[in-house]
């Protein structure tokens, strides 16, 4: 296997987590609510999915549970911002410290232990062409799952009825609800996908890229999601593009790491971080572009007047 | 069943008051159910948790050395939430003020003079300002999300404190340990009554800064800029109030105040630099700032819960051993039912069964219209 090959497979597993609670994300912020607990969401996931496959022995039980809690934990804040209209902002804010915390006290026996790896998938033949065969037949079943989520997520959006339903909900939800639509419920909806799609991305944190348990271990990676979607202005296959583009800093940063160069790792760690602030910078630097791209009842309070 | 709001025709007085207590009150249910669930009696478990704590004098010096910064940064935090400026940032804000107040101790050891402790708050204060400045900066001059931005800059300032640790500003002498230098005398903020304990002058800080914020929040009118700039931006506009002047204004004087409360930590408290000089105290803040229902006097009272909150995660540690990592959980808890029960303030609950919906389908947007509604 090449340099190149292993480092665009690298690449790969640090964009797909990214990808994943984005693309949850923005379904969720499409309906018009920005929840902004994904990094506790995603916490959650990880901490869930390392347990249950660590005590079963299953590491595919523990995706599914990391599912169930992200979406369970997601329920929390949509009962909170929809059903009893607190501020999205602070709830989100809510969820994240309320996961952070739960994580760390319940993961507290994971600490240190070996963890249940989720095998690739391994296509023979296809598996072993030069160049691409790793790269596409060779990879961690959550990867297709990341790539069939994005296709799936952008033909529901923007070629099914139910898309446009939901999109409708999220540009205007009082013309929503006088057409009959059921805007609760629908935002009920998306933020629970958002929530099982911020879970899987934990537990590929904890079952394919590091498989361990490290409090923390999102380390900023939920936030990140979050700006990922304002970068690619509510579209999934710029999101897509977004995770590949910081996958890309992070491993590339990893790999100046390893080399040395004599730069402070702290200052190579620290460019996903910088990179997040400068790409959020030049994107919505246009105030008219954010304007037209972003969901117009996005963060806005809906209480509907029976 | 479905659950209804019925908003009420002015904010409801009674539950502005009561409903930190509501939260509080759940709070304690909710951990006792918790501690049932890891096998503990949840009578004696809250006991150590939260009562305890504050039977020695001792202990309730380690009381306001904790509550000084959250009140400190809660404070700021409460200006920027009601202007309607999204800074989760203050820790970093802290870590930079730190940083920036141990320039002289740690750099120019040998300058000893009494002025060197005033100068290290100045300048504490000036770095977390200046911290706090760039997001307000990207937000005014390129529209840029300032929740984002702010809490990004905290993993940068926890990356850059880790780097002078360990490297510039390591201590020649510390046998490779990831530490400063200790502070010189000049340069430790004293404590202010040391026969008795370790708390020090940063909790009279929190409080004088708690008192000032409130009277400009109250009786002038910067406060009431603050406060229609948040409610609602096109009223500020009108009233020839400048929304860029403010978000600097939010964000330095949040930026500030973490700052101060980051130095006055260092010297106050630690006594050096190490790779880790606060346990989430721009975080915790956050949800000091909402329990005090962003009024600087509520934040004082807040200020002293959340910082029970981590001397009880030791004391239960030691006496009933159950992990202080109880302590994160229960303030993400403490956060939640705040926020609920703020619900109560501009809503009267209605539960009904679910076929007795009234006719009618006209939808309204809900009271502060194009802004993510306040708390105020």
């Not at chain 1, 790409?279 to 117009?296: E, G, H, Y």
């Not at chain 2, 509080?24 to 809250?46: E, Q």
Request: hydrophobic share 55%; proline share 5%; aromatic share 10%.
């Amino acid at each position: 296997m090449g340099m190149l090959e292993a480092i665009l497979l690298t690449v790969a597993t640090a964009a797909t987590p990214l990808l994943l609670a984005a693309i949850g994300e923005l379904v969720s912020e499409r309906s018009g609510v920005l929840n902004l607990g994904v990094e506790g969401m995603m916490i959650m996931g990880a901490v869930t999915g390392f347990g249950v496959a660590l005590t079963t022995g299953s590491p595919w039980l523990g995706v599914f549970a990391a599912i169930a809690v992200g979406a369970l934990f997601s329920l929390l804040f949509a009962f909170l911002t929809l059903t009893l209209v607190t501020n999205q902002v602070a709830t989100g804010l809510a969820l994240t410290l309320l996961g952070l915390g739960l994580s760390g006290m319940l993961g507290e026996g994971f600490v240190g232990r070996p963890g249940v790896k989720l095998t690739a998938i391994d296509i023979p033949v296809l598996s072993d062409l030069p160049l691409v065969g790793k790269l596409v037949f060779g990879q961690d079943p959550l990867f297709y799952v990341s790539i069939a989520l994005t296709a799936a997520v952008a033909y529901f959006l923007f070629y099914t009825r139910a898309g446009l339903t939901l999109r409708s909900v999220g540009d205007n939800h009082g013309s929503a609800h006088a057409l009959g639509i059921r805007v609760i419920l629908i935002r009920y909806l998306a933020v629970m996908f958002g929530g099982a799609c911020a879970g899987l991305a934990g537990a590929y944190l904890s079952l394919v890229y590091t498989p361990q348990w490290v409090e923390n271990m999102t380390a900023g990676r939920g936030w990140i999601a979050l700006a990922l979607v304002v970068f690619a202005s509510w579209r999934p296959w710029r999101v897509f593009a977004g995770a590949y583009l910081f996958g890309a800093v992070t491993i590339g940063q990893l790999h100046a790491q390893a080399l040395g160069f004599g730069i402070p790792s702290q200052l190579l760690s620290s460019l996903p971080y910088l990179a997040t602030i400068v790409v959020l910078v030049l994107i919505s630097r246009n105030r008219r572009l954010t304007m037209v791209n972003t969901p117009a009842s996005l963060g806005r309070p809906f209480v509907p007047d029976r | 069943m479905r659950i209804e709001l019925v908003k009420r025709p002015q904010h409801s007085a009674l539950f502005s008051a009561v409903s930190p207590f509501i939260a509080l009150g759940l709070t304690v249910i909710a951990g006792a159910i918790m501690f049932s669930l890891l096998g503990k009696n949840p009578v004696d478990a809250l006991y150590y948790y939260f009562i305890d704590p504050l039977r020695e004098t001792w202990s309730l010096h380690e009381l306001a050395v904790k509550a000084a910064p959250l009140i400190l940064i809660g404070v700021g935090l409460s200006v920027c939430y009601l202007s309607n400026n999204w800074n989760i940032g203050a820790e970093g804000q802290f870590i930079i003020g730190a940083v920036a107040g141990s320039i002289l101790p740690i750099v120019f050891p040998d300058f000893q003079f009494w002025f060197v402790l005033p100068l290290m708050l100045v300048m504490g204060i000036a770095g977390g300002a200046a911290y706090g400045a760039i997001p307000a900066l990207l937000k005014v001059r390129f529209n840029t999300n300032e929740i984002l931005s702010s809490l990004m800059l905290v993993y940068v300032a926890q990356l850059f404190l880790d780097w002078l640790v360990r490297g510039p500003w390591r201590n020649p002498e510390g046998y490779n340990f990831p530490e400063t230098r200790n502070f010189h005398d000049y340069a430790v903020l004293p404590e202010i009554w040391s026969a008795s304990g370790r708390a020090h002058w940063g909790f009279v800080f929190a409080l004088v800064v708690a008192v000032a914020v409130w009277f400009v929040m109250a009786r002038t009118l910067k406060g009431f800029e603050v406060k229609v700039i948040g409610q609602s931006p096109r009223a500020g506009r009108f009233a020839g109030f400048s929304h860029g002047r403010m978000v600097f204004f939010a964000f330095m004087l949040a930026g500030g105040l973490a700052g101060l409360a980051g130095i006055s930590e260092v010297s106050g408290a630690i006594g050096q630099l190490r790779p880790s000089i606060s346990p989430g105290y721009g975080f915790t803040a956050i949800i000091v700032a909402f329990l005090g229902r962003l009024n600087p006097l509520g934040i004082v009272a807040a200020g002293l819960v959340l910082a029970l909150s981590y001397l009880g995660g030791e004391a239960a540690q030691i006496s009933i051993g159950v992990s202080d990592k109880v302590a994160r959980a229960f303030q993400g808890m403490l956060l939640f039912f705040v926020l609920a029960s703020d619900t109560l303030i501009h809503y009267r609950i209605r539960i009904t069964s679910g076929r007795a919906r009234a006719a009618g389908g006209r939808a309204q947007a809900a009271p502060a219209g194009e802004v993510p509604h306040g708390h105020a």
